[in-house]
């Protein structure tokens, strides 16, 4: 079965960086879009980022753009999301979830548990 | 990317309907069929209910429609059951990112 793993949370101070991670497993990762979403406390969900099945197409919410990067290593079957320059209004629960299609498809259908981000100093 | 509008919060009896709203743009909701709704259980990991505007994904009860005209799109819950009540999400494509709805509280009384 699909499965996805984030890792890679904590408490980080603000303007400081964070690397969060997403193990896929259950489907072959190299054929499918992969996106981030996050959940601020007491809040909605968030479009972060996504990335194609290659890599050469993505794209970013205006909140995070120029600051957060997002990649894959299809070799490891990982989903990667770099965070720089991190702001308070950043802390949130992010959810590695995979896209229906090779480059974005029109929905997301698996999602993991999700990994908590916290900045504060 | 401005979040898609949905109300905060509906609410309905066992056995009875409700139906949530998502009111978007020409460049989201109204320019594409690309829209999906996601029911979530706080704690757990959202799940697709719907996609493509009216998809029901395998294991989604008949009980759970989806419907769009023009600018906004809408969630039917038929026949409420207390296991429904969650929030619910909607998502559409904007040409070149993704946006979500503010999300709705769902009580089943």
């Known amino acids: 079965q699909v499965q996805l793993v984030e890792s890679g949370g904590g408490v980080v101070q603000p303007g400081r960086s964070q690397r969060l991670s997403c193990a896929a497993s259950?489907?072959?990762?190299?054929?499918?879009?992969m996106h981030w979403v996050r959940q601020a406390p007491g809040k909605g969900l968030e479009w972060v980022a996504v990335m194609s099945y290659h890599g050469s197409s993505k794209g970013y919410a205006d909140s995070v753009q120029g600051r957060f990067t997002i990649s894959r290593d299809n070799s490891k079957n990982t989903l990667y999301l770099q965070m720089n320059s991190l702001r308070p209004e950043d802390t949130a629960v992010y959810f590695c979830?995979?896209?229906?299609?090779?480059?974005?498809?029109?929905?997301?259908?698996?999602w993991g548990q999700g990994t908590l981000v916290t900045v504060s100093s | 990317q401005s979040a898609l509008t949905q109300p905060r919060s509906v609410s309905g009896s066992p056995g009875q309907s409700v139906t949530i709203s998502c009111t978007g743009t020409s460049s989201d909701v109204g320019g594409y069929n690309y829209v999906s709704w996601y029911q979530h259980h706080p704690g757990k990991a959202p799940k697709l209910m719907i996609y493509?505007?009216?998809q029901r994904p395998s294991g989604v009860p008949d009980r759970f429609s989806g419907s769009k005209s023009g600018n906004a799109a809408s969630l039917t819950i038929s026949g409420l059951q207390a296991e429904d009540e969650a929030d619910y999400y909607c998502?559409?494509?904007?040409?070149?990112?993704?946006?979500f709805g503010g999300g709705t509280k769902l009580t089943v009384l």
């Open positions: 493509d505007v009216s």
């Open positions: 259950g489907f072959t990762f190299s054929n499918c879009a």
């Open positions: 998502f559409s494509w904007a040409g070149s990112s993704w946006v």
């Open positions: 979830v995979r896209g229906s299609g090779a480059n974005y498809g029109t929905h997301l259908d698996y």
